[in-house]
């Protein structure tokens, strides 16, 4: 009987030693990101979603919230945004890790920066950069946003008790250069906006030496692409400025061999500086030329138009642009009808000097007269008395 007892405790005493160990203790934290911006809700529903998932995995969630410490010598948001040294201060004794959400409101888009810490050795052992959106699907769009750092808590759960401090990691990224309000995107995921002329990523899982592609976004600016190398824990990444996308222009514009006129027109860009149609109006007058009576010639064209050679990035741009136009010519006191010289353009070569929203433009008016109806050009190239093109000079501007 002695024996069978002995038998029995020896087989069961793994599962003794097993079932008194005690499992590991997580705390959780719960910040905005920006001074002034706490919302309890938000709070409440991460809190809520949070200890389901860590229950789930086999850890023991403590009572109540730990707090970013706060004190003069301490790190503040929103001036100190690395996770790290945020949640180096915090106590919290008698907890293995520390779970961690920052949030930060940007209208109705929610972005949430979970972390995963070891307070025992200050070490970041995890992390993901998600969003969430307010409104009525406020509890769906945090719970998937749970969800997305699920992987990171399965991870340690699954390490061992001990987990192993990682090295080499970045830690932070900080974007600026571009303008107010534009989205980030790192290899494929948007990671941020940037506000107050920079963007803060505190924690990433990229290894030091990794080099990621960075894309920036805005609406109604040309997209920027890029390769950036992360040689170091703290990496600031210095990017350049977007372009505004040309959607329209104006101009006015005088040519040489028609002195005594001006002309008008305007452009819709149907790709952003690039492919382009307008329409252009020039008036003549040469007083006391037909007959000693004043002769009126409006000029009228429509075109259709690219730029060549050279990015709209470039100081100089070249376009060419081919189309149709009617010259009316009105002699005064002559009766009868007005000629009417239809033609073609071909090609109006236009060099442009951009100086910002505004540019300098000079081309040949390469323009041949078909000859048709009743006209006064025939069938010719239109040139200046000199026997040359008109050339014209003109004053652009573009939003």
């Not at 907890?95 to 307070?119: C, M, R, S």
Request: hydrophobic share 45%; glycine share 12%.
């Amino acid at each position: 009987m002695r024996r069978r007892l002995l038998l029995l405790l020896l087989t069961l005493l793994p599962a003794l030693l097993f079932a008194a160990e005690p499992g590991r203790k997580a705390a959780l934290l719960m910040a905005p990101l920006s001074t002034g911006a706490r919302d309890p809700l938000v709070e409440d529903i991460l809190s809520s979603e949070l200890t389901t998932v860590l229950q789930n995995s086999g850890l023991t969630v403590a009572a109540g919230r730990l707090a970013v410490p706060q004190g003069a010598d301490q790190p503040r948001l929103p001036q100190e945004q690395r996770i790290s040294y945020l949640l180096r201060g915090v106590d919290a004794t008698g907890n293995d890790v520390i779970i961690a959400a920052f949030y930060l409101a940007q209208g109705e888009e929610l972005i949430i920066q979970f972390a995963l810490y070891d307070p025992a050795v200050h070490t970041m052992l995890g992390g993901v950069l998600t969003r969430a959106r307010k409104g009525l699907t406020l509890f769906a769009s945090v719970t998937a946003a749970v969800a997305d750092f699920g992987p990171a808590i399965k991870r340690y759960v699954e390490g061992g008790y001990r987990v192993e401090p990682p090295s080499g990691i970045v830690e932070r990224i900080a974007v600026s250069g571009p303008p107010e309000g534009s989205r980030v995107v790192f290899v494929d995921r948007e990671v941020g906006v940037i506000s107050g002329g920079n963007l803060v990523v505190p924690y990433t899982q990229f290894e030091i030496g990794t080099t990621i592609p960075v894309k920036v976004q805005k609406e109604g600016y040309h997209s920027f692409e890029g390769a950036y190398p992360l040689m170091s824990p703290q990496v600031d990444l210095r990017l350049p400025g977007l372009y505004r996308e040309t959607r329209f222009d104006a101009q006015v514009v005088w040519s040489f061999g028609l002195a005594s006129g001006f002309g008008f027109g305007g452009r819709v860009h149907l790709v952003p500086d690039s492919l382009f149609v307008g329409f252009e109006h020039y008036r003549t007058i040469h007083p006391g030329t037909f007959w000693g009576t004043t002769v009126r010639h409006y000029d009228t064209n429509i075109q259709i138009g690219e730029y060549v050679i050279f990015p709209y990035t470039s100081i100089i741009r070249v376009h060419l642009a081919v189309g149709a136009g009617l010259i009316v010519t009105d002699v005064a006191g002559l009766q009868g009808r007005d000629y009417t010289d239809f033609y073609i353009l071909a090609g109006d070569p236009t060099a442009e000097l951009a100086l910002g929203p505004v540019k300098i433009l000079l081309r040949p008016d390469l323009h041949y007269a078909l000859g048709m109806g009743y006209n006064l050009l025939g069938r010719a190239w239109i040139r200046t008395p000199y026997g040359l093109p008109p050339l014209t000079l003109g004053v652009r501007y573009s939003w």
